[in-house]
């Protein structure tokens, strides 16, 4: 429990253990997170529940979570599936439903499923608004949500390093996880 405690409470900022006095910062349980997708570059789609640490600060009450790199807040896709998914959908300009079955661990859709995606439109529209991956530049109103996806994988892919010579899809799955 104690490699992984913040030093300090990112509410209040006691800190966690001062100096002759009780541990600031208790553990508080554990919360499983999603990090759905691929785990590496070109792995197949699996589910992953990941068990995240709380603390709980004895100066104000907050509750503290400490999640892995890579995992996106409310969202079970780890933020590399989706930049991935982004990527071949507004880049690669790949039909939805063939993104869903390379990023998407679920094997069984019903009928309306197969042919879209609701995630991909989702997450496009999500970060249309800056809900998700706020690095990236905002669109003019009347962009598509393909052309939101596809600047949200270019912007993405910039942060991988030694990304050169990677495909789009590639660097922003990389990227994301930065
Ligand atoms: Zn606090």
Redesign the pocket.
Same mark, same amino acid.
């Given at each position: 429990m104690d490699e992984v405690r913040p030093g300090r409470?990112p @509410? &209040?900022d =006691?800190p966690s253990r001062p100096a002759g006095e009780p541990v600031g910062l208790h553990g508080h349980g554990l919360r499983e997170r999603h990090q759905w997708g691929p785990v590496e570059l070109g792995a197949a789609a699996v589910l992953i529940g990941i068990l995240a640490r709380r603390y709980q &600060?004895q =100066? &104000?009450g @907050?509750v503290v979570m400490v999640v892995p790199r890579g995992i996106v807040r409310r969202r079970l896709y780890s933020a590399s599936a989706i930049a991935l998914a982004l990527a071949l959908y507004g880049a690669a300009a790949l039909a939805p439903g063939e993104v869903r079955r390379r990023v998407s661990p679920l094997r069984i859709v019903g009928a309306t499923a197969a042919a879209g995606w609701a995630s991909l439109r989702r997450w496009s529209r999500a970060v249309r608004a800056g809900r998700l991956f706020p690095v990236v530049r905002a669109l003019p109103a009347e962009a598509t949500l393909r052309q939101v996806a596809a600047r949200a994988a270019t912007t993405l892919a910039a942060y991988a390093l030694g990304g050169r010579g990677l495909s789009i899809d590639s660097a922003a799955f990389l990227g994301a996880s930065m």
């Open positions: 409470c @509410a &209040c =006691a &600060c =100066a &104000c @907050a």
